[in-house]
């Protein structure tokens, strides 16, 4: 394999202004990174956020490169790197917040840390669909909640991108799962294995049909908002509240008397701080023995995008018109 000298990349050079696919130089590696020759990159509602300038908890220095997760083959090896060799299939959440560059570009210097074997049972476009929502899914649940078999589970958002694929983390981990969303998502909620309801049910109902009044063991909140407050409605006593998106004002009462806890899950910070890259590539081994187990499958959107109409992908997700993740092809092949 023979590294370019340039490559292409799709950059933002003003928040909402469209990506300039542009030529530039190819990233120089160090010693304890790996040059990745990017063949997928995953699309996340946070990337059009930084798109916008609209999240200042990941904002990215201008002109940058967007991109969160990649799939890719390892093209280059810091002289430190040992986990990785020339030709690896690799995949993880790698850029495209805080300066750090992203993968809608054919080549990424990546942090080995960060980084994991890509499942041999997924395609790069399935497995660059995975990082941050199995990230997010796996430190909610596992880290955070300390899941055990048997637990009774609630997944506000089932449908969703890191709600799906909580689901099928919890049913991995032998827990009763259920799940919230809209009735044109049940099959899909169903589907992963959970069982279904009804997000407009009052929180009260649920809980006397499903747990007898005595509430969930583990309840993740993947929606924020008044969401979270029916989250610490619905947790049992001495039971534990996660949330992905715990901005905003709460009342802590109901949580209190109950006696259970509440921890939040700030995915980005390992990249933003460099503190604890190694677990998220810990968590993306995992991501693989589930895969390769059959106990994880990635909810793709089939529409197809390149780095010249990722402006596309964008404006589908702003819309919430996506029907699963959506994915760049970056090369289609090497």
Known sequence: MTKRSTMRAAVLEAYNAPLRLSTISTPEIGPREVLVRVRASGVNPLDTKIHAGAAPHARHPLPAIPGIDLAGVVEQVGHEVRRFKLGDEVYGMTGGVGGVQGSLAEFAAVDADLLAPKPANLAMR???????????????????????????????G??????????????????????TGSAAQRATIEGFGAMFIDRNTPVETYVAQHTGGRGFDVVYDTVGGKVLDA???????????????????????????RAATYSGVF???????????????????????LVEAGKLVPLLDPRRFTLENVGDAYALIRDHAAKGKLVVDVQASL
Do not use: Y
């Open 267 to 289: 995915t980005l910070l390992p990249l933003l701080s460099g503190e604890g890259r190694a677990h998220h590539g810990e968590i993306m081994m995992e991501a693989t023995r």
């Open 231 to 257: 989250s610490f409605e619905a947790v049992r006593r001495f039971g534990h509240v996660v949330s992905a998106l715990g901005w905003g004002t709460h009342a802590l009462a109901p949580l209190s008397f």
């Open 158 to 179: 089932g449908a969703g991108g890191v709600g799906h694929v909580a689901i099928q983390i919890a049913c991995a981990f032998g827990a009763n799962v259920f799940a």
């Open 126 to 156: 399935e497995a660059a669909a995975l990082p941050l929502i199995f990230i997010t899914a796996w430190e909610g649940l596992i880290d955070r909640a300390s899941l055990e078999a048997g637990q009774k589970v609630l997944i506000h």
